[in-house]
Antibody
Framework: QLQLQESGPGLVKPSETLSLTCTVF??????????WAWIRQPPGKGLEWIGS???????YPSPSLKSRVNILGDTSKNQFSLTLTSVTAADTALYYC???????????????WGQGTRVTVSS | DIQMTQSPSSLYVSVGDRVTITCRAS??????VNWYQQEPGKVPKLLIY???NLQSGVPSRFSGSGSGTDFTLTISSLQPEDFATYYC??????????FGQGTKLEIK
């Protein structure tokens, strides 16, 4: 069964860069034409899509975060990563990685999720 | 951006109730709606995709309907494990996805 696991620092200072990694187990990020995504959830709030990655190397950040987000893949490690620059308290959230569907039309169908990693932005 | 508006934001219900949650899109989106369940402290789980398709392993008491701008998630007979928050999500706009604000089911 496919599993995803997020990792990264739990505390980031304001104005610095948040970096997270998602490792995929029992499945390959480079096969099956799947899209892979980052989604976050601020404390007590709803879900926000941050961006998606396609194993061919393309990244698709949310327009609202585009200037601060980069998503990259490392097929040799079966991982994909998120960097978010110039963080503020508003970026404090539970960050999830997830698998989207096959192909562009199903890319937003998130069927497997990691457990999430909590990130707090504070000095 | 396409906005997804769920109603109600919270709903007080009892075990055995038939529950209906509504989601309205700010523009027509065909059937590109997915529904997720998030139990307290847990990871979101895909229930319905393409407005009406039941995800594998999801109990048949869950169903989805709708097209265009108005969508519905129905739980035919609420079970204790169904007390959770439910989110709709549009996947119409290619690689620009948005979620509704959530509907929380609470015990009456």
């Amino acid at each position: 069964q496919l599993q995803l696991q997020e990792s990264g620092p739990g505390l980031v200072k304001p104005s610095e860069t948040l970096s997270l990694t998602c490792t995929v187990f029992d499945g390959s990020i480079s096969s099956g034409n799947y899209y892979w995504a980052w989604i976050r959830q601020p404390p007590g709030k709803g879900l926000e899509w941050i961006g998606s990655f396609y194993s061919g190397g393309s990244a698709y950040p949310s327009p609202s975060l585009k200037s601060r987000v980069n998503i990259l893949g490392d097929t040799s490690k079966n991982q994909f990563s998120l960097t978010l620059t110039s963080v503020t308290a508003a970026d404090t959230a539970l960050y999830y990685c997830a698998r989207g569907g096959r192909g562009l039309r199903d890319a937003g169908r998130f069927d497997y999720w990691g457990q999430g990693t909590r990130v707090t932005v504070s000095s | 951006d396409i906005q997804m508006t769920q109603s109600p934001s919270s709903l007080y219900v009892s075990v055995g109730d038939r529950v209906t949650i509504t989601c309205r899109a700010s523009q027509t989106i065909g059937t590109y709606v997915n529904w997720y369940q998030q139990e307290p402290g847990k990871v979101p789980k895909l229930l319905i995709y393409g407005a009406s398709n039941l995800q594998s392993g999801v109990p048949s008491r869950f169903s989805g309907s709708g097209s265009g701008t108005d969508f519905t998630l129905t739980i035919s007979s609420l079970q204790p494990e169904d007390f959770a928050t439910y989110y709709c999500q549009q996947s119409y706009t290619t690689l620009m996805f948005t979620f509704g604000q959530g509907t929380k089911l609470e015990i009456k």
